[in-house]
């Protein structure tokens, strides 16, 4: 089919789907059951690594093939963002939700009961495509859940356990994988799996039906999933050498088709349309800062410091802590204030927190780098629920769900981009400066969200700060 054939979507149009459900009124349990998944996502995200050598050696294959234990997951989670969320705009969310948290469940079962490699590889990755549906739906879940002047409080529950899951996971893998053995790695995910299911279940109206995947959708699916797998598997690998950091030119045909072709431009057309490619980039900026800091003060106190890994863990977790003491609060004061100056006073109380930690140097107590961290902790709690509210609120009628696989690609690219430039910085500033050239690229791309979020959108952005209301739901 052509761009221009009858029937292919041009960039804004809205594809033939149910209508969305009317408003559940102030739904507090499902605003819940989308911040458990929204942990449980994210927790998986970061939970096995503590696990691979365990695995390799239970399974008797190589460290390279245990890996895939994690990018099994990874990879898909992220390729299949994007045409998930266009599939999810024209099924049903009740069934979609309950399917992707049932597979969800059910992967994690047979990865722990794996009894070969192949096994757990299949199981991840089945668990990946299940991740992806449920990364598009938490915050559709959360905003639709409540009332519009509810709204950031709403989405300050996804948007603070999200990223709370990610930086526990080593934490609460470390404990299990010493007390029961790496199978129940898997397996912790299953207690907030089925409580979300029977919510879901009882609690949420139902509102269409799941339809399956057309040939164009399969397509698009293809190059997106092989541009981002290329760029994700470069950005891992510039971590440890930043050589391989140009094999990331490679993944730019692909997904230079599938913008330019039938599944992108609509995707490009909303997002120019609705005035949010400057508060994606603020995401994107804030995640690389956030994974940044993260890598370079927990490699600094454990290889430079000679800091215990116990000491290292309860200092770095002062960031998380400090998130989500603040999460809530950001929700208040959004839907008090509005969205926006909420999330730029965060970005910027973060970008200060990790200016603050740019003169890191040898003599520096982890007290005097735990303070900072709950600093910047303090302002990316205070920023995550207004700046998704923020974009959520402006998403058109029945495109919900593509603009919330847009902002969680942009989170997850964040976080794959910063420990790479920040190994690219280290590496030519040298032993001494290093540390240095790392946290001062965490600070800058903080920094650089402060504008992106400042500046007023144009268009029906604009419109949707003071309640961070969508357009209304078209009634069934």
């Not at 430079?304 to 309860?314: F, I, P, Y």
């Given at each position: 089919m052509t761009d221009d054939a009858p029937g292919a979507d041009q960039p804004g149009d809205v594809p033939e789907r149910p209508a969305d459900p009317p408003e559940v009124r102030d739904g507090w349990l499902l605003v819940a059951v989308a911040g458990a998944l929204a942990f449980v996502a994210m927790l998986d995200m970061s939970i096995v690594n503590v696990a691979l050598a365990d695995i390799s050696q239970g399974l008797g294959v190589s460290a390279a093939t245990a890996q895939w234990a994690v990018l099994g997951y990874q990879l898909p989670v992220v390729a299949l963002l994007l045409p998930v969320g266009r599939w999810l705009d024209a099924v049903g969310t009740r069934p979609a939700l309950l399917a992707a948290?049932?597979?969800?469940?059910?992967?994690?079962?047979?990865?722990?009961?794996?009894?070969?490699?192949?096994?757990l590889i299949a199981a991840r990755i089945g668990q990946g495509m299940c991740g992806a549906v449920l990364f598009v739906l938490m915050p559709v879940l959360a905003i639709r859940s409540v009332r519009p002047g509810l709204r950031g409080r709403a989405m300050s529950v996804p948007a603070t356990l999200g990223p709370l899951g990610a930086v526990t996971g080593p934490a609460v893998g470390g404990l299990l994988l010493d007390q029961l053995g790496w199978r129940w790695i898997f397996l912790v995910k299953i207690p907030f799996c089925l409580p979300a299911l029977a919510v879901v279940?009882?609690?949420?109206?139902?509102?269409?039906?799941?339809?399956?995947?057309?040939?164009?959708?399969?397509?698009?699916?293809?190059?997106?999933?092989?541009?981002?797998?290329?760029l994700l598997l470069s950005l891992t690998l510039a971590s440890d050498t930043p050589a391989w950091l140009p094999l990331a030119l490679v993944a730019a045909p692909p997904l230079w088709w599938w913008l330019r072709g039938p599944g992108g431009r609509p995707v490009a057309g909303v997002l120019r349309a609705a005035g949010l490619l400057r508060a994606h980039g603020a995401v994107l900026a804030l995640a690389?800062?956030?994974?940044?800091?993260?890598?370079?003060?927990?490699?600094?106190?454990?290889?430079?410091?000679?800091?215990?890994?116990?000491?290292?863990?309860?200092?770095?977790?002062?960031?998380?802590?400090?998130?989500?003491l603040a999460g809530p609060l950001g929700g208040r004061l959004a839907d008090r204030y509005g969205a926006r100056p909420v999330a730029v006073a965060g970005a910027a109380l973060t970008a200060v927190g990790l200016l603050l930690l740019v003169p890191l140097g040898d003599g520096w107590?982890?007290?005097?780098?735990?303070?900072?961290?709950?600093?910047?902790?303090?302002?990316?709690?205070?920023?995550?629920g207004p700046a998704q509210a923020l974009v959520m609120g402006a998403a058109p009628p029945g495109r919900a769900a593509t603009v919330g696989s847009t902002v969680q690609l942009a989170r997850s690219l964040g976080f794959t981009l910063g420990p790479a430039l920040a190994t690219a910085a280290w590496g030519p500033a040298g032993p001494d400066d290093g540390v240095r050239a790392g946290l001062a690229v965490a600070a800058l791309a903080a920094c650089s969200a402060v504008p992106l979020l400042a500046r007023p959108a144009r268009g029906p952005a604009s419109r949707t700060e003071k309640t961070t209301d969508a357009a209304p739901a078209a009634p069934r």
């Open positions: 948290t049932g597979g969800f469940a059910l992967c994690s079962v047979l990865a722990a009961a794996s009894p070969w490699a192949a096994w279940w009882r609690a949420m109206p139902g509102d269409g039906r799941l339809r399956g995947a057309d040939r164009r959708f399969l397509a698009d699916t293809a190059l997106m999933a092989t541009g981002v797998t290329v690389v800062g956030f994974a940044a800091m993260h890598y370079v003060v927990a490699l600094h106190l454990r290889r430079d410091e000679d800091v215990s890994a116990t000491t290292t863990g309860l200092t770095v977790l002062a960031f998380p802590l400090g998130m989500g107590s982890p007290p005097d780098v735990a303070w900072r961290l709950a600093l910047a902790g303090l302002g990316m709690g205070l920023n995550g």
